[in-house]
């Protein structure tokens, strides 16, 4: 007999009686598992509409133990569910791509924290939609912690949040070879003038230091709207890039204006230490951390759920997909 939903909304859903469902806790999202072996795509369709209803109540949906199998299945299911997936295009982070828009999470080594980010926040084209698919989970280590961003409006200090509605966020890039993403990754092309086009189109500020250095400043806002929902939301890349998750060691080296990645104020100032520490704290409290196992298949709203990674030990292929994408107006 199957159990309905009742979301945050009031209003009762149902998945069917082939699946079991359970309510979001402290350390797992809404969670959804097969009863017993299904055809996942046929149900997915079956059940698309619910499921993105959802995704938009909730911000994150783990299903778990339906059998995908790999790349391909998991670009078919993501595609049933959220649409086409898209081109990975300006690049922060170095990715593979395994089949058709289907790449690997990011290839930080394995040693790094990946700080808490919402995908591609930092760029005026976004996805409201981002999947997570896991083809090996590591044996020690490597979660990828998820965090709800509409309840990190309500822990942070008034002021705080005054500060960034008022000026922003400002983001400084720097392509220097052997640190970080190159340009001709980054923009997907070897063509310094079509770079330059890219950038003249969205109004960035840039200069070619010399024949592979660049770099580029600009300003968004650290608010947008839900283009669904129609809430104000926190998006922007502003913690993962400030400057004190930096190795004290590149902080000697480089030069503040070279650093790979960093945000300010969008009126260059710098984002006070206390100012970071709020979002330390938010996430240390707030984080849902649960361990993949093999064929997890994770959905977040983008613009909802910040994720991050942690370190892991031996070997681990997270794949990935992101879909609907809008622009910053």
Request: net charge neutral.
């Amino acid at each position: 007999m199957e159990t309905p939903i009742k979301p945050t909304s009031n209003q009762f859903f149902s998945l069917g009686d082939e699946v079991n469902v359970k309510s979001p806790t402290k350390n797992f999202p809404l969670a959804i598992s097969p009863k017993t072996d299904i055809d996942v795509l046929q149900w997915a369709k079956n059940h698309k509409s619910t499921l993105n209803e959802l995704l938009l109540d909730y911000g994150a949906i783990l299903m778990r133990g339906f059998k995908i199998q790999g790349a391909e299945k998991f670009n078919n299911l993501f595609s049933v569910i959220s649409g086409e997936a898209i081109e990975y295009k300006n690049r922060t982070s170095p990715r593979d791509q395994v089949y058709k828009n289907v790449y690997t999470s990011t290839s930080h080594p394995k040693d790094q924290v990946i700080q808490m980010h919402t995908e591609n926040s930092y760029s005026n084209a976004y996805n409201h939609i981002i999947s997570f698919y896991c083809l090996v989970p590591a044996p020690i280590g490597g979660a990828t912690p998820i965090a709800d961003e509409r309840k990190l409006l309500t822990a942070l200090k008034p002021e705080t949040i005054m500060k960034f509605k008022e000026r922003g966020v400002k983001y400084v890039r720097n392509t220097i070879p052997g640190i970080g993403l190159n340009w001709k990754t980054i923009y997907q092309t070897d063509d310094r003038n079509e770079v330059n086009k890219i950038l003249d189109y969205k109004g960035y500020k840039y200069k070619w230091i010399d024949e592979e250095h660049l770099r580029v400043k600009w300003t968004l806002p650290a608010f947008i709207t839900h283009p669904i929902a129609g809430k104000e939301m926190w998006f922007n890349h502003m913690f993962f890039g400030h400057k004190s998750h930096y190795n004290k060691a590149v902080l000697e080296f480089f030069a503040e204006e070279d650093l790979p990645f960093v945000t300010y104020y969008g009126d260059g100032q710098e984002i006070e230490e206390e100012v970071i520490q709020e979002f330390i704290d938010f996430y240390k409290e707030s984080s849902i951390v649960f361990r993949w196992k093999q064929d997890d298949f994770l959905l977040l709203d983008n613009l909802c759920f910040s994720h991050g990674r942690e370190s892991f030990e031996g070997n681990r292929t997270i794949l990935t997909a992101m879909g609907k994408p809008y622009k910053m107006e």
